[in-house]
């Protein structure tokens, strides 16, 4: 369960514009990732382990002591010594309750159908995988069904943590019998199998059903360690200290948890983006924005028991490493070079980050299993050196790709926009030479032209969003003047945004095309739909998030001020929507791209059309704008060209091929534990693996791996980059034949 507001797996990151609240992305949860700074709020803050840098960089580093899994935190039933709501959380409960019938975009009313659905999301946030509860629960549960928007208006809170003390029993009583089971040494030579997904499965009807269920999971966990080389004796030891840590934990849950967790089933049944931080996890935001700690710039979330990696910060100590992956998980943590791993699995996550955090230049090692690896694969040791996310890696960088074609080699820029940042510190103290998206995209064009290139590749995967200005104003440098985009707010008013400097010169007017993918989301999306509306570019990759809600922020301390204590938090409300200038809204669908490339990237498991509670996708009035010639023939032609290409090249149908693998791989819901063939089954894989990566090799005459231990994945090319790059040099090799005919009567003249 997760006491911060719910995320997608991957986050990407709020955006925010002047004098306006703020516009956030996906966050993934962050993120991933919230505070009125004057007039340009910072982006969306994601969990994370490094810092957000002058509010530029695209997620936050650093963990808000926000993903909690309760699984890992229960309590006793509540009685004299347990849980109680505290008289803050009523004055919390009725304030939003307020916030939300006023100022909530969809105007949600606080009734009987909202709780019903409350109680469903606050069930799921409890034990979405059902290993815990009893049918029973949830039958004792649906006396307060209709009851939940009574009791966070007006009446006590002691039904929520009445519930809550259901669940922490369950936990408390799951991990005992876990410990029993490894008094001895399960058989792995039967045949049988564990169900790690039971999210879709009905809940248990009795005790005898959940210890058949808990004692495949031990199974499992024990087989894990086994196929790591690790002896029944050191597997049981390791095992029994992490259930035992787990219940250690159960005494370490607050009042401000339990109801910071309910609070947020409350939030994000009225959308994804809403939420409730409590006082804790307000200040761990406040120290956040202060830029104050070291770390290794990656984005963290809780995932059942496993720390997983959501996002790698441009620019921290993981991204110039280049080994830590998202999705990787993270099961041990040592300090130094020497230190002893430490265990982490079933931590809490802020527990995990003051093991990650720590002083510059030093070292951190962390062990992982690999994103995608199959149960019982073997684990990896990376050791980063701790360090503040530097801002000029942030930024926008560019690089030139050669494509050689029919004798010719073609020059084509990239540029890798990682965030729509601006230095508005910097900016409001006068400096003339303040940080921007829209002025480093610029200067690294005009050094692009004089280099000589044919074409230009814009490659905003990955990029979460950030300031809205910065889009508009990006916008700009492509297209001659008009409206970017149009936001309608939770009256129904509409506004809109237009280029910001009209009467300016396009910084480029060559072939151009844009990189996207699922992680781009909310002003990245904004760019790519105004360049393909206005017809001046072709968006390649992938549909993106589909984040076009924006949100505000609410100090909940200004409203009840308290005069000592804890204070009362945050809530985000989302108040508002982004649309086209077409007037489609970008919510929910994203940007659908010209040309479709593969991706490692699951669009069902990522992404706004994946939530339940998302805000639906609708239209609104177009706006007057001037669009280009349709490119539509175009469009079908330059497909034609990349399909026909893609036939050929290896590195293409090893990206085709691993895609496909990994989508097998995400349809299983069962696992063997049966040791021999989880062991034939990692060979396997591994085998495949090694012959898929050598048949790319020998189609391109590189010399054959005897293990993938040799594989060094920097090496490895960027399929979807090339792709793009081969695209943009048939969009100029059109442009020079449009043109010759031209040049060729001027001569004639």
């Known amino acids: ?12 990151e709020r955006d925010f514009m002047p004098n306006t609240p703020l516009i956030e992305g996906p966050r993934t949860s962050s993120l991933a990732h919230r505070a009125a700074v004057k007039q340009c709020q910072p982006k969306f803050m994601e969990i994370a382990l490094n810092r957000y840098n002058n509010r530029r960089a695209r997620w936050i580093a650093g963990a808000l002591l926000g993903f909690m899994a309760l699984p890992l935190m229960a309590t006793t039933p509540m009685d004299d010594d347990g849980l109680r709501p505290d008289p803050r959380h009523e004055s919390v409960g009725e304030l939003v309750t307020e916030f939300i019938q006023k100022s909530h975009y969809s105007h949600i009313s606080v009734d009987d159908e909202l709780s019903s659905r409350v109680m469903d999301r606050y069930i ?47 936990v408390r009583e799951r991990l005992d019998f876990a410990l029993s089971q490894l008094e001895s040494e399960p058989d792995f030579t039967v045949t049988e199998e564990y169900q790690f997904d039971r999210s879709e499965e009905p809940w248990a009807k009795s005790e005898a059903e959940l210890d058949e269920i808990w004692r495949k999971r031990v199974k499992n966990d024990v087989l894990r360690l086994e196929l790591a080389d690790k002896p029944w004796e050191e597997s049981q030891e390791l095992l029994r200290k992490r259930y035992k840590r787990y219940l250690k934990r159960i005494d370490q849950v607050k009042a401000d948890d339990v109801f910071e967790t309910f609070m947020n089933a409350f939030a994000h049944t009225l959308d994804p983006h809403s939420s409730y931080l409590s006082p804790r996890n307000s200040e761990e935001y406040r120290i956040q924005m202060s830029l104050s700690y070291f770390g290794i710039g990656a984005s963290l979330q809780l995932d059942e028991d496993y720390v997983q990696i959501v996002n790698i910060i441009p620019g921290g100590p993981a991204a110039i490493d280049g080994k830590l992956k998202p999705k990787d998980r993270i099961t041990g943590v040592a300090q130094g070079p020497e230190g002893e791993i430490v265990d982490v699995i079933g931590w809490r996550l802020d527990d995990v980050v003051d093991l990650i955090r720590g002083p510059a230049s030093t070292v951190v090692r962390l062990q992982i299993i690999p994103a995608g690896a199959l149960p019982g694969s073997g684990e990896k040791i990376i050791a980063l050196t701790r360090d503040q996310v530097k801002l000029e890696e942030q930024a926008a960088k560019s690089d030139i790709v050669t494509v050689p074609r029919d004798g010719r080699e073609w020059r084509i820029g990239v540029i890798e926009v990682p965030s729509f940042y601006r230095d508005y510190r910097a900016m409001s103290s006068g400096d003339k030479d303040y940080t921007s998206t829209t002025r480093d995209v610029k200067r690294l064009i005009g050094e692009l032209e004089e280099q000589g290139i044919d074409g230009l590749v814009l490659d905003l995967r990955g990029n979460g969003g950030g300031h809205l200005t910065e889009a508009t104003a990006l916008s700009g440098l492509f297209i001659d003047n008009g409206p970017v985009v149009q936001l309608r707010n939770s009256s129904g008013r509409i506004s809109r945004l237009d280029d910001p400097d009209p009467v300016a010169r396009v910084a480029y007017n060559g072939p151009l095309t844009v990189l996207v993918d699922r992680f781009s989301a909310s002003a990245s999306e904004i760019f790519a739909a105004a360049i393909q ?15 076009g809600t924006v949100q505000n922020l609410y100090s909940l301390d200004q409203y009840l001020k308290p005069e000592a204590g804890p204070g009362y938090g945050q809530l985000t409300l989302t108040i508002g929507k982004y649309y086209r200038v077409t007037g489609e809204s970008t919510q929910h669908r994203g940007v659908d791209p010209d040309i479709t490339l593969p991706s490692l990237i699951d669009s069902e498991q990522f992404g706004e059309s994946v939530r339940d509670s998302a805000l639906p996708w609708d239209t609104i009035q177009t706006t007057r704008f001037r669009a280009g010639e349709p490119l539509d023939s175009t469009i079908e032609s330059l497909t034609a060209s990349q399909m026909e290409r893609a036939k050929t090249d290896p590195n293409f149908q090893y990206l085709v ?47 054959p791996l005897e293990s993938l231990e040799d594989l060094d994945e920097e090496d490895l090319p960027d399929v ?19 043109r010759a005919p031209a040049q060729t009567a001027q001569n004639r003249g």
């Open 533 to 547: 509306d206005y017809a001046r570019g072709v968006i390649i990759g992938q549909q993106t998030f589909g984040k």
């Open 124 to 170: 799921e946030s409890l034990d979405g995988n059902r290993m815990y509860l009893l049918e029973s629960d949830i039958e004792f549960f649906e006396n307060y069904r209709y009851q939940l928007d009574d009791i966070v208006r007006s009446k006590p809170l002691d039904p929520v943590f009445e519930l809550f003390s259901v669940y922490q029993t369950r």
């Open 720 to 738: 979807i980059l090339d792709q793009a790059a081969g695209i943009a040099t048939d969009l100029a090799e059109m442009r020079e034949m449009q």
């Open 657 to 703: 091929d691993r895609t496909r693998d990994a989508e097998e791989a995400r349809q299983r819901k069962t696992v063997s534990l049966n040791y021999e063939q989880r062991l034939t089954e990692r060979e396997d894989e591994m085998a495949r693996e090694l012959t898929r990566e050598n048949e790319r090799r020998a189609a391109l005459d590189l010399e």
């Open 1 to 12: 369960m997760q006491i911060f507001p719910e995320r997608t797996k991957n986050r990407p």
